[in-house]
């Protein structure tokens, strides 16, 4: 079956765009979460969606924000972008909601997004 | 809040074990542990999950103490195709899921 998919693969903005990535998780598949990667700050939890619900969230401002739609297909959109924003943006889809449930996560290959 | 610690980097050769651990100081009472491997350019894979004890599948094993207060992800017998970054993840006790900063595994031949 096919696994999860993020588009674009790569996306050039200047500082103060905004953006938006999309991820199509696995067929089945309710939660989908989504993550940034940095040299620096390595792997980042931003938040989750399970059933159109935002379920949990990281420590990142309000203008990351995402949703999911009745196909659980889900979209993160960032806003104002500054320099620091760069990285790779990844999500991850899981039958169940995240780790409190013993439940495997899939990764897409990400979006790299660069902040010029 | 959370905070997860792993050895930045191990070197090995094929054919041996590696056991890499994960020290997550507070994790919260029923949250899960998990473990992934990356490789350059491609989004993190589940290795194994587990909540307490030992838990082994088909890749690795993955021992927690009675505590929960680390984890150490064994590989056995790793081969070339092991080279990569292994990262623990466990929660907060909140809403937020921590990474460990990963360690860098080189297989030597």
């Known amino acids: 079956k096919a696994g999860v998919t993020q588009t674009p693969r790569y996306l050039i903005k200047t500082r103060g765009q905004q953006v938006t990535l999309s991820c199509s998780p696995i067929?089945?598949?309710?939660?989908v979460s989504w993550y940034q990667q940095t040299p620096g700050q390595g792997l980042q939890f931003l938040f989750e969606?399970?059933?159109?619900?935002?379920?949990n969230k990281g420590n990142f401002p309000g203008r990351f924000s995402g949703r999911q739609f009745s196909n659980s297909r889900s979209e993160m959109n960032v806003s104002t972008l500054e320099l620091g924003d760069s990285a790779l943006y990844l999500c991850a889809s899981s039958f169940r909601t995240l780790l409190r449930q013993g439940n495997e996560q899939f990764f897409g290959p990400g979006t790299r997004l660069t902040v010029l | 809040l959370a905070k997860t610690t792993q050895p930045i980097s191990m070197d090995s050769y094929e054919g041996q074990e590696v056991n890499i651990t994960c020290s997550h100081n507070?994790?919260?009472?029923?949250?899960?542990i998990t473990w992934y491997q990356q490789f350059p350019s491609q989004g993190p894979r589940f290795i194994i999950q587990?909540?307490?004890t030992k838990v082994t599948n088909e890749v690795a094993s993955l021992f927690i103490p009675a505590d929960r207060k680390s984890s150490t992800l064994s590989l056995p017998r790793v081969s070339l195709s092991d080279t990569a970054v292994y990262y623990c993840?466990?929660?907060?006790?909140?809403?937020?899921?921590?990474f460990g900063p990963g360690t860098r595994l080189s297989v030597l031949p």
């Open positions: 507070n994790i919260a009472t029923n949250d899960y």
């Open positions: 969606y399970f059933s159109e619900t935002q379920r």
């Open positions: 067929s089945g598949h309710r939660s």
């Open positions: 993840l466990v929660g907060d006790g909140g809403q937020n899921f921590v």
């Open positions: 587990g909540y307490k």
